[in-house]
């Protein structure tokens, strides 16, 4: 088989073209290249590297970037009128000039354009994908442009670096160089495009959350504004603070003023008690009167601007006249009181002086203590309107803020995202392709030799390989072990399939039934556990039907006598030997057998099928052995377990197992070495296999 499997591959690989392999790196920058966030070069795990790496292959694997590659290639091709040797072989040439008609190739073609020729290539696929000229050049295994073709470009990733090697086969070497050239320009540019799309969507995201935060940020602001341009606040804490200090002032000043106030009225009243006696003069002088109404009307004013105004030129002014005023009533009362005293003798001119002095101190006082009172509820007021003020001032301002932090987080944000989009652009032109694709001169070696070598040693392993799986894959019998390992029941010899022993052995079949028969009886004799001069009782049992055992008891009887042993041999069903219902309650060889069993040395028994028929269990217990025949080629199953655990139980000894039906290998576990046809390098390896280096047999001297 191996021969003519090599035969066959030699002859259909006659015609295989010759291949060319075209290569080509690319630098990555993955794991050591540097980006804006990161000017000391990225640092990534494991997992990230290898997930980067994975990411790259699939876009470059991918169907869209090989179709692209595809349909720019056949735009190259199309661009020139004949053959060239950097772009196209001849033979790669005619061939698409079969695929591809000549009003087709102008309908498509865009001179000196090959961007625009593509684009007419993608309509055109896209719109007659059910062509046949389609389907030529884009389904077409054998085409240069089939996606199936330009996928065989194998991605690998230099070990641990950041370079990736691209390699591509075919059998036109300007096609191997010009595919992996136009998949570099293709993958570079779709690298670009995914990663910056992906970045400029979020920036387009936070510009317009900025744009909005700032906008919130402007509406809080100008809200503030208006508020405090309605309420005329320049600055809350200043004029607070301006005044709380103008109020304490005031109430120390209010506060001085009522001492002064009670210290002047006290020493008013005290001077007219002591001029009690002079009081009408002094009521009725309405001279007098008119002036320190007028002088008091001047304090008043002298007060409210002191305390308001604070208006100096006008303050002296008002002070002038009042000394005036002052001095025309000292005189006046000089001039009428100055002989006059009072009733304690006292001059009443001195008293007058003190009387003017502390009524006019007295006026001051009133003057200023109204004008205080009415600054204090200006001031309680200014208060209660402070504070609603200074409540709504500090709501605007902690929106104000909320919205300021809420605008600067977003721009820096976005800020990130300008930094990763210029990253990414940097990193995306930093795919570099360090070596070029280049044109392949010589052909890769001939794949003719090793699919030969290779056809020999699949030719050749077949056979075995199917054995194998056979032996492995059949649950039958087979053997003497399995069927000790599967009944756990002694195994006392195998007999082969006669079939196999007339076509496959060089042996003579009748010496070789002897040597294993007597083999069988040597091991039933073993078994026999009877010591006196009764006959050998030997029950020969299956559990199935045709399962060989009329024909192995018949095997054995032949063999015994040959060897002057005499045997009874019972089958069912002949002479008096009826299998029915009646045999379970048989208890005697003679009610199944006119013979008399005592004359012979060997009786065999041959019970039906224990599974499908009733049988004796008295004479099964009674035989001196009992052997249980089984088919090779059976599968053993729990029904056979459950009857041979109840045979054994009626019966004072196991009974012993004999397979029938064997293959030639299996005898010879039992008889050693038979003689049959075999190849020599069959008989080469199976002595190898039992390190046996030597002939099996001296040669005769």
């Given at each position: 088989?191996?021969?003519?499997?090599?035969?066959?591959?030699?002859?259909?690989?006659?015609?295989?073209?010759?291949?060319?392999?075209?290569?080509?790196?690319?630098?990555?920058?993955?794991?050591?290249?540097?980006?804006?966030?990161?000017?000391?070069?990225?640092?990534?795990?494991?997992?990230?590297?290898?997930?980067?790496?994975?990411?790259?292959?699939?876009?470059?694997?991918?169907?869209?970037?090989?179709?692209?590659?595809?349909?720019?290639?056949?735009?190259?091709?199309?661009?020139?009128?004949?053959?060239?040797?950097?772009?196209?072989?001849?033979?790669?040439?005619?061939?698409?000039?079969?695929?591809?008609?000549?009003?087709?190739?102008?309908?498509?073609?865009?001179?000196?354009?090959?961007?625009?020729?593509?684009?007419?290539?993608?309509?055109?696929?896209?719109?007659?994908?059910?062509?046949?000229?389609?389907?030529?050049?884009?389904?077409?295994?054998?085409?240069?442009?089939?996606?199936?073709?330009?996928?065989?470009?194998?991605?690998?990733?230099?070990?641990?670096?950041?370079?990736?090697?691209?390699?591509?086969?075919?059998?036109?070497?300007?096609?191997?160089?010009?595919?992996?050239?136009?998949?570099?320009?293709?993958?570079?540019?779709?690298?670009?495009?995914?990663?910056?799309?992906?970045?400029?969507?979020?920036?387009?995201?936070?510009?317009?959350?900025?744009?909005?935060?700032?906008?919130?940020?402007?509406?809080?602001?100008?809200?503030?504004?208006?508020?405090?341009?309605?309420?005329?606040?320049?600055?809350?804490?200043?004029?607070?603070?301006?005044?709380?200090?103008?109020?304490?002032?005031?109430?120390?000043?209010?506060?001085?003023?009522?001492?002064?106030?009670?210290?002047?009225?006290?020493?008013?009243?005290?001077?007219?008690?002591?001029?009690?006696?002079?009081?009408?003069?002094?009521?009725?002088?309405?001279?007098?009167?008119?002036?320190?109404?007028?002088?008091?009307?001047?304090?008043?004013?002298?007060?409210?601007?002191?305390?308001?105004?604070?208006?100096?030129?006008?303050?002296?002014?008002?002070?002038?006249?009042?000394?005036?005023?002052?001095?025309?009533?000292?005189?006046?009362?000089?001039?009428?009181?100055?002989?006059?005293?009072?009733?304690?003798?006292?001059?009443?001119?001195?008293?007058?002086?003190?009387?003017?002095?502390?009524?006019?101190?007295?006026?001051?006082?009133?003057?200023?203590?109204?004008?205080?009172?009415?600054?204090?509820?200006?001031?309680?007021?200014?208060?209660?309107?402070?504070?609603?003020?200074?409540?709504?001032?500090?709501?605007?301002?902690?929106?104000?803020?909320?919205?300021?932090?809420?605008y600067l987080e977003l721009l820096h944000s976005l800020n990130l995202a300008l930094m990763r989009l210029s990253s990414e652009t940097l990193s995306s032109d930093g795919l570099i392709v360090t070596v070029k694709p280049y044109f392949p001169l010589s052909p890769l070696p001939a794949k003719r030799l090793l699919l030969v070598m290779l056809s020999f040693i699949i030719g050749f392993a077949i056979?075995?390989?199917?054995?194998?799986?056979?032996?492995?894959?059949?649950?039958?019998?087979?053997?003497?072990?399995?069927?000790?390992?599967?009944?756990?029941?002694?195994?006392?010899?195998?007999?082969?399939?006669?079939?196999?022993?007339?076509?496959?052995?060089?042996?003579?079949?009748?010496?070789?039934?002897?040597?294993?028969?007597?083999?069988?009886?040597?091991?039933?004799?073993?078994?026999?556990?009877?010591?006196?001069?009764?006959?050998?009782?030997?029950?020969?049992?299956?559990?199935?039907?045709?399962?060989?055992?009329?024909?192995?008891?018949?095997?054995?009887?032949?063999?015994?006598?040959?060897?002057?042993?005499?045997?009874?041999?019972?089958?069912?069903?002949?002479?008096?030997?009826?299998?029915?219902?009646?045999?379970?309650?048989?208890?005697?060889?003679?009610?199944?057998?006119?013979?008399?069993?005592?004359?012979?040395?060997?009786?065999?028994?041959?019970?039906?099928?224990?599974?499908?028929?009733?049988?004796?269990?008295?004479?099964?217990?009674?035989?001196?052995?009992?052997?249980?025949?089984?088919?090779?080629?059976?599968?053993?199953?729990?029904?056979?377990?459950?009857?041979?655990?109840?045979?054994?139980?009626?019966?004072?000894?196991?009974?012993?197992?004999?397979?029938?039906?064997?293959?030639?290998?299996?005898?010879?576990?039992?008889?050693?070495?038979?003689?049959?046809?075999?190849?020599?390098?069959?008989?080469?390896?199976?002595?190898?296999?039992?390190?046996?280096?030597?002939?099996?047999?001296?040669?005769?001297?």
């Open positions: 088989m191996a021969f003519m499997l090599v035969l066959v591959v030699f002859f259909f690989t006659r015609d295989m073209p010759k291949e060319y392999q075209s290569e080509t790196e690319i630098f990555t920058g993955i794991t050591s290249g540097m980006s804006v966030d990161n000017m000391d070069g990225a640092k990534m795990d494991f997992f990230a590297a290898n997930n980067a790496f994975d990411n790259l292959i699939n876009i470059i694997q991918s169907r869209q970037t090989i179709e692209e590659v595809g349909m720019r290639l056949l735009a190259e091709h199309l661009m020139i009128d004949t053959p060239l040797v950097n772009l196209i072989s001849e033979d790669s040439w005619e061939q698409l000039n079969e695929w591809i008609s000549e009003e087709k190739r102008k309908y498509l073609v865009v001179v000196n354009d090959t961007d625009s020729t593509y684009l007419n290539i993608l309509n055109w696929y896209k719109s007659e994908f059910h062509t046949d000229e389609v389907g030529a050049l884009f389904n077409n295994s054998a085409s240069p442009y089939c996606y199936k073709s330009i996928d065989k470009v194998t991605v690998t990733r230099l070990q641990n670096s950041d370079l990736l090697r691209l390699s591509y086969t075919y059998t036109d070497p300007a096609v191997a160089q010009r595919t992996l050239v136009i998949l570099n320009e293709v993958f570079i540019r779709l690298v670009a495009d995914i990663k910056v799309s992906q970045t400029n969507d979020i920036v387009a995201y936070f510009r317009a959350q900025v744009d909005m935060a700032d906008a919130r940020l402007n509406a809080a602001e100008e809200k503030m504004k208006v508020f405090k341009t309605e309420n005329r606040v320049i600055n809350y804490g200043e004029q607070t603070k301006s005044i709380a200090m103008m109020k304490e002032y005031m109430e120390d000043e209010y506060q001085k003023e009522i001492a002064a106030k009670a210290s002047a009225e006290a020493a008013v009243t005290r001077l007219e008690v002591q001029l009690s006696s002079n009081k009408e003069m002094l009521k009725y002088s309405e001279n007098l009167l008119l002036k320190r109404q007028e002088l008091a009307d001047i304090n008043s004013e002298i007060a409210i601007l002191e305390v308001y105004l604070n208006d100096e030129k006008t303050l002296i002014e008002l002070r002038k006249k009042a000394d005036k005023i002052e001095a025309e009533m000292s005189r006046d009362l000089t001039n009428r009181m100055e002989y006059s005293r009072t009733t304690e003798g006292v001059s009443v001119q001195k008293i007058l002086e003190q009387w003017l002095k502390y009524t006019l101190s007295l006026d001051r006082v009133e003057a200023r203590i109204k004008v205080y009172e009415e600054r204090k509820i200006y001031f309680n007021n200014t208060y209660d309107e402070f504070s609603i003020i200074g409540s709504t001032i500090g709501k605007l301002e902690r929106e104000i803020t909320i919205k300021e932090k809420n056979p075995y390989v199917w054995a194998l799986l056979k032996d492995l894959l059949d649950l039958s019998i087979k053997t003497g072990s399995r069927l000790e390992k599967v009944s756990k029941s002694k195994h006392i010899g195998s007999i082969p399939w006669q079939k196999l022993v007339d076509d496959k052995s060089l042996l003579d079949f009748d010496e070789f039934k002897s040597q294993y028969t007597r083999l069988i009886w040597s091991k039933i004799e073993a078994e026999n556990e009877n010591t006196s001069n009764k006959p050998i009782l030997v029950n020969w049992m299956s559990l199935h039907k045709q399962e060989g055992k009329s024909y192995t008891a018949e095997l054995l009887k032949s063999e015994l006598e040959k060897m002057g042993v005499t045997v009874l041999y019972l089958k069912p069903n002949e002479s008096t030997y009826v299998v029915n219902d009646a045999l379970n309650r048989v208890k005697e060889l003679t009610q199944i057998t006119d013979e008399a069993a005592g004359a012979y040395h060997v009786v065999i028994l041959e019970h039906p099928a224990l599974l499908e028929s009733p049988y004796s269990k008295t004479l099964a217990a009674q035989g001196s052995v009992n052997v249980l025949v089984n088919w090779a080629g059976r599968v053993w199953c729990a029904a056979d377990t459950r009857k041979l655990e109840d045979l054994n139980e009626v019966s004072d000894h196991k009974a012993v197992a004999l397979l029938n039906g064997v293959d030639l290998d299996e005898m010879e576990t039992m008889v050693g070495d038979i003689l049959k046809e075999r190849s020599w390098i069959h008989k080469k390896l199976k002595g190898l296999l039992r390190f046996q280096f030597k002939p099996s047999a001296a040669s005769a001297s």
